[in-house]
């Protein structure tokens, strides 16, 4: 076999340009030749190493997940009032691989992705994705996720100030060998937790020793994982809704000393362990008829121990969330 006039004696030429050329040597040259134009016979003359003879290094088994994460894009997100969001987005895409072959075509993971890059994203968009990358790529199962941060406008308790307050929401989308797909919501809210027994323990200095105490409160996080009915339509408006409605405390934007003072008596209406945080939300998610399924994180980020009190409750649902998240690091805030 000759390939542009060296010949060549296998038949698996696909590492015929891996060899040590240093620049300078004979017919190299050490430029960047930007007038260069690829024909389809150039193009089909480049080497694949994904579909190389006996290419595969180690077992020669089926790998679960390969694909690309976090390659970003802006995409649009649509409001509870209709409007449209166009909001970076970082983008996790992955199939399954089959033993026998070395790999897939990673920037197809991409090109494929792109076809849908100017649709509405809601959870259910992502169905669509998922059934691209099987035909695409060829992969059995496959996986999609999306991470962005959702700005709303949050006013003060009592000044009436406005700032803009950013939730990180993530889209994923589940497909498996079968063709069945899942899809779930995430959401994280920040908010205050003020300590019952702190608070207690402090009234009783004042009363008992006419000490003054201040009970300890501290930034804390609760993360949501939510399945969705299908048919329905959730708004990520009404997510946060559900966890102020619940928790009272998210943590302000803008504030001015009236703020402050209504935030430091918010507190005190609404004094919760960790504990409390996850039946309340529980209670709230619950009730809410469009949703089928969800998980509840939350951590409570210590300003008295030097470690954090956490908790996990799902709703209980055959075959769904299962309370076992422990990437309790990932709600640092």
């Known amino acids: 076999m000759r390939r542009y006039g060296v010949t060549m004696n296998s038949a ?47 077992a020669n088994v089926a790998i679960q997940k ?21 909001l970076e987005t970082a983008v996790t895409g992955n199939v399954s691989l089959a033993p026998g072959i070395k790999g897939i075509n990673m920037s197809r993971v991409m090109r494929t992705f792109y076809d ?21 790529i060829g992969g059995l199962a496959a996986n999609i996720r999306l991470v962005f941060s959702y700005p709303m406008i949050q006013t003060s308790l009592r000044s009436g100030l406005e700032g803009y307050q950013y939730y990180r929401v993530a889209y994923e989308s589940r497909m498996n060998e079968q063709g069945k ?35 300890h409160s501290q930034r804390s996080k ?44 918010l507190n005190g209406a609404a004094i919760k362990f960790v504990e409390d945080a996850a039946r309340l939300l529980y209670e709230q998610l619950n009730r809410d008829p469009r949703i089928k399924d969800f998980e509840i994180a939350c951590a409570h980020l210590e300003s008295l121990h030097s470690h954090d009190a956490v908790s996990v409750i799902a709703k209980g649902v055959p075959g769904g969330f299962r309370a076992d998240f422990s990437a309790f690091d990932d709600l640092v805030c």
């Open 181 to 215: 797909v899942r899809s779930f919501m995430e959401f994280d809210f920040v908010y205050s937790s003020a300590c019952p027994c702190s608070a207690e323990l402090s009234e009783h200095a004042r009363d008992v020793r006419g000490v003054y105490a201040i009970p």
């Open 116 to 136: 849908f890059k100017d649709a509405v994203f809601t959870p259910a968009t992502l169905t669509d994705i998922l059934a691209a990358y099987r035909r695409d």
């Open 222 to 265: 609760a993360r949501l994982f939510i399945e969705v009915r299908d048919g329905e339509i959730l708004p990520i408006e009404d997510i946060q809704q559900h966890c102020l409605a619940a928790l009272k405390t998210e943590t302000q934007v803008m504030v001015k000393r009236e703020d402050e003072q209504a935030f430091a008596e």
């Open 12 to 58: 698996d030429t696909s590492n015929m340009y891996l060899h040590n050329r240093a620049p300078g040597a004979a017919g190299i040259r050490q430029q960047y030749d930007k007038d260069f134009v690829v024909t389809d016979a150039y193009r089909a003359d480049l080497p694949d190493m994904q579909n190389a003879a006996n290419a595969i290094q180690g």
């Open 66 to 86: 390969v694909g690309i994460a976090n390659f970003r894009l802006p995409l649009a997100f649509p409001t509870r009032d209709g409007a449209l969001l166009h």
